[in-house]
C-alpha cells in the first residue's frame, strides 16, 4: 500500500501538535508520559518531533489523558487558520 505524501498543512498541523504535546509534557520524562499514555517512547518522540505528523486518534487521546489536556484544547491549538 503506498502512502498519499502529506500536504504542507498536515504536516504544519503535526508539528503543532508536537509543541504542544512536549510543553505539557513539562519536566515529566518522555518515557513516564508515554507509560501513562500506553504507548512507547519511541511513537511518543516521533510524535514530538513531527515525524509522525498524523498519529491516531486513540494515540492522541490518550496523550491528552495523560498530559491532562482536553481533546478542545488540541484542536485549538492544532486548527490551522487561513491565510
Known amino acids: ?5 502529506l500536504t504542507p498543512e498536515e504536516r504544519e498541523r503535526g508539528e503543532r501538535l508536537g509543541r504542544l504535546l512536549r510543553e505539557a509534557r513539562g519536566g ?8 501513562d ?8 518522540r516521533k510524535i514530538e518531533t513531527g515525524r509522525a505528523p498524523t498519529p491516531a486518534f486513540f494515540t492522541v ?3 491528552a489523558r495523560a498530559l491532562g489536556l482536553s481533546m ?4 485549538a491549538h492544532c486548527e ?4
Open 72 to 75: 478542545d484544547e488540541l484542536v
Open 37 to 44: 499514555a500506553g504507548i512507547s517512547a519511541e511513537t511518543l
Open 61 to 63: 487521546a490518550a496523550l
Open 80 to 83: 490551522l487558520l487561513p491565510a
Open 1 to 5: 500500500m503506498v502512502r498519499t505524501p
Open 28 to 35: 515529566r520524562s518522555m518515557a513516564e508520559v508515554a507509560a
